[in-house]
């Protein structure tokens, strides 16, 4: 320790390297990281998201490999190896380093997202709306994961769970308009799911009072929700109003 920097302080000024696309000055302080701290796992994953950065696929394996030596369980090796594998078109190695990455940290939202990206990507619309499960029902529901699950609904996934968890994304940020209009969307479009059309209604109003510019397509939206309850003059005419607002 020459100049008096431990190991963090090494693994810091990497990681801010690393950050700023300065890889090789990265790459010089991980390594003495490691040579101050040989047990560490984390500045083996740095360094191979420097090798990968470069080009170097299976530098940033090796790296990979010796983080989850000293660590079975340091998830960022996982997501990193995913990425290095599926980049080299390995996407069942990938999938099962997110699998993996998934068991490990159940409750860690990035391993459940990149797991369903990459079933998304390969045509699975259902397992990738089950790899968001834990983020889209009860305590764990986030906006992101509800918006995500809403997307697969269009690619084949069942509409009904992504209502629900739109709806209690709303209910935890009602003042998401992006989540809302999402909402009234899919349950317009699936009108025989969880939320009833006088609910849906309620919403499409909330969202056009609330709207203060462009507030056509809100308007247009507002009149599906009330053709959706049956009152087709009461729809033309907020279509009409629509035609004519500034």
Known sequence: RQDG?????????????????????????????????????SPYVAL?????RRGYRDRALDYVAKALSRNMSEISAYLLSARVK?????????????????????????????????????????????????????MWTRGDASMMLADLVREGAA?????????????AKPDDDALLTRLVELALEHPTGPVAPDKTLAYADTLYQRTRSDRTPVL???ARAVANQGDQQRAREILEAAAVEP
């Open 48 to 52: 191979g998201e420097a090798e990968f």
């Open 5 to 41: 920097r431990d190991p963090e302080t090494r693994q810091l000024l990497g990681r801010a390297y690393l950050a700023q696309g300065q890889e090789p000055l990265a790459v010089i302080e991980l390594q003495k990281a490691i040579e101050l701290q040989p047990d560490l796992a």
């Open 159 to 171: 509409p009904g769970p992504a209502i629900s968890a739109l709806e209690q994304s709303h209910k």
């Open 86 to 138: 599926q980049d080299a078109g390995n996407t069942p190695g990938a999938e099962e380093d997110l699998q993996t990455a998934v068991r490990i940290a159940p409750k860690a939202w990035m391993p459940a997202k990149r797991l369903s990206d990459l079933l998304r990507s390969t045509g699975r619309p259902e397992l990738a709306a089950k790899a968001l499960e834990p983020f889209t029902s009860g």
């Open 220 to 222: 247009i939206l507002f």
